[in-house]
């Protein structure tokens, strides 16, 4: 009798065991399909340094027609852009993404006109262009040219001792030309006192810190250019008195923003709280040590201390 409930009990132990060792098996499979098949990720950094930007996913979410990106490099070294290029492809079901070695596939490469690597060619329909770089920065960029042709412009008006974009020093542009031109913005001056139009190439306008008057013309200009849909960024520094360098009123064109609902306050923002003076900074120059993480201009800067000279 013990020798019966003895194998009887090791029976039932031995079922139990096959049981639980094929649930187990059971899960680990699922979970390995359901894992190939939804390839998700979540970014945990506090600016999601590791996330591709919102402007990619609403480009790529939004195709319209089947894209390819075909990424360039020696086999051994495919594993470089795999992690973005991976991101890119879970964001659609139209975007494929093609891996080639020039090495071991030279037609393609003479096909494409690849002479270097790592190089990356975006093809959206019919129409490829070439990345600038392997970034997201560069591949989102080929995408933009792909759909909607390299045709946006930024135009800084010019003539009135506005900041400059081919200046390099401190008071000058040279820098977020260089960011608009890695963003695919085409970017040029243009006088408004000689030509008292706005071109029709320009797909927006920028006024950077004018030192002197805008005159009737210029404002007029402006005015008609933004009343008829344009686009318009306005930089205005405080209309300051002091120095051997004063900034003008500017009351045309302050006035025309005023008609607009925009009031320009003459007013200079000074900070007297001890943590700027502990950095060296005096009252003129605000201090901002805190910043929202819900906006995205400045989510970016959430552990970033940031003066602001003469605001």
Known sequence: MASQWLKARQTKYAAYATIYIL??????????????????SYDATANK???????????????????????????????QGRDLLDEYSALSSKLHVKYVDPDKEPGIARQNGITTVPTVLVTVGDHTEKANDATEEGITGAFIRDIKGNTRTVCFVSGSGEHQIDDSSRDGMSQLKEVLG???????????????????SCTTIVIAGPVH???????SAIQKYVENGGRAFFMLDPPLKMG??????????TNMLKDWGVT???????????????AGLGPQEPLVTNYSTTQPIVSSLRRTATAFPIT
């Open 49 to 79: 340094r590791y996330s591709l930007s919102d402007e990619t996913k609403k480009i790529v979410d939004g195709l319209k027609q089947p894209a390819t990106i075909t990424y360039f490099n020696a086999s051994t070294r495919f594993n």
């Open 264 to 278: 320009m306050d003459r007013d200079l923002v000074l900070d007297m709280n001890p943590i700027g003076q502990i």
């Open 182 to 200: 890695r963003d695919n913005y085409q970017t040029q001056s243009i006088d408004l006192l000689t030509q008292a139009t706005v071109p029709a």
């Open 244 to 253: 051997p360098q004063t900034i003008s009123d500017n009351d045309a064109l």
């Open 213 to 219: 008057d805008y005159q009737p013309t210029e404002v």
């Open 23 to 40: 649930v187990v098996l059971a899960i680990v499979v699922v979970g390995n399909v359901l894992a190939d098949r939804y390839n998700k």
